[in-house]
């Protein structure tokens, strides 16, 4: 079957000059087969390196999609339930303070109202905050020399008081960190280990990671940052600031992979769980779950405050598409994904069997601008393809 994808080729070139990204790498996966792929500019620009299939990233919070699926699983095999408080697996959580502040801003610790459950967690309605280095969290990574031990910064982030009563408000946070915790105490498995075997291993996920190691190094793509003032884009430091130590898995942020890898995933997430090799990682009816809204008007008020966010609601972990036609988007009512801070982005409309994965490595990555168009090209490049 032939397939036109000559204006997505455009649209991808133009990236590389309209937002200086360095270098991308995108795919499309479409009845099951790679119908689309294409890498442009430099994995590491000042030398001329160029994006290849081998090149690895940083993909931020691309990771929480793994992480919430990895955390279904866990769900799957019996070992939480949503529904139960955190503190059943992490007892520091359970006598959290909360800010609360009269109409003249004065700061007051309230008690809790209500005890966080995992599904606050997966739904980014705790009421943590994202600050990673508060007094506590350092005071960790210096008494262990740098490995940061996830369950040791669990009981750090406990300490920290909450931003709001648990569902009150939807506040993108630590909560993805905090659910990686939940299913290593709940488990018995390092949660590195658990994504492991269960996410990586079942999907043949060889060059799929949660800490970097000498082996990967050379193949990981400079990390560069946009600045507003000159349009350009500048190297930083190749380093993900979310892994906070040797022995911290970072839920939220922590993988390091390559778009070969996680397109793998992303098969699987359209595939009803099932990924190329034959093997299942997931339910149907658990991915139908985890792509069903779970905020009230109230959260999504909160949630729609992003553009991007115009026609979605959010699920167990991922944006989910619940309205048409507000934002201009041309995904089916039912798309979900995510992406991340250095420009990743996964789409998936099981309904179309269609998967959209992109990557890129540059902090303030204009993903509000790049993101809905490669959706919209791909979508259109498709349309008369889909069943009607």
């Known amino acids: 079957m032939n397939y036109n994808f000559s204006d997505l080729d455009k649209y991808l070139d133009s990236v590389l000059v309209t937002e200086d990204v360095p270098g991308y790498d995108c ?8 119908v689309y792929r294409r890498m442009g500019g430099y994995a590491d620009k000042e030398n001329k ?39 059943k697996y992490l007892p520091e959580f359970k006598d959290c303070l909360v800010k609360k502040y009269d109409e003249n801003w004065n700061l007051e610790l309230v008690k809790l109202k209500r005890e966080m459950t995992i599904q606050d967690l997966f739904a980014m309605s705790a009421g943590l905050n994202y600050e990673l280095f ?55 498995v390092r949660f590195a280990d658990y994504v492991q075997k269960n996410i990586f291993d079942k999907l043949g996920m060889k060059d799929s ?43 939220g942020a922590g993988v390091i992979t390559t778009l070969s890898d996680y397109s793998k995933f992303a098969y699987a997430m359209v595939n009803g769980g099932v990924g190329e090799n034959g093997v299942r990682i997931l339910s149907r009816l658990t991915i139908d779950l985890m792509r069903t809204n779970v905020l009230d008007e109230k959260r999504l008020k909160d949630f729609k405050t992003w553009d991007s966010n115009a026609e979605y609601g959010y699920g167990f972990g991922v944006r989910t598409k619940i309205d048409e036609g507000r934002g201009g988007n041309l995904c089916p009512l039912g798309e979900f994904g995510w992406d991340g801070a250095a420009g990743a982005m996964v789409s998936l409309s099981p309904e179309r069997k269609l998967a959209i994965v992109y990557f890129q490595h540059m902090l303030n990555p204009h993903g509000d601008i790049i993101h809905p168009r490669i959706k919209n090209i791909v979508n259109m490049a498709l349309a008369d393809k889909f069943d009607k």
């Open 49 to 87: 390196k160029p994006i290849t299939e081998d090149t690895m990233y940083f993909i931020y919070s691309a990771s929480k999609v793994i992480t919430c699926a990895a955390a279904l699983h866990a769900y799957e095999e019996g070992y939480f339930r949503p529904v139960e408080p955190v503190s």
């Open 209 to 251: 990671y949660m800490h970097v190691n000498d082996e990967i190094k050379p193949r990981l793509a400079q990390l560069y940052v946009h600045n507003e003032e000159d349009h350009k884009s500048h190297l930083r430091e190749q380093k993900n600031d979310y892994i906070l130590g040797t022995e911290y898995d970072s839920g």
């Open 134 to 188: 508060t007094d506590h969290i350092k005071k960790v990574m210096e008494q262990t020399d740098g490995r940061a031990p996830t369950r040791e910064i669990m009981k750090a982030i406990a300490k920290n008081s909450l931003e709001y009563q648990p569902k009150d408000r939807w506040g993108y946070s630590l909560c993805h960190d905090v659910l990686a915790g939940v299913v290593e105490v709940a488990t018995g």
């Open 27 to 34: 795919m499309v996966i479409f009845e099951g087969k790679e």
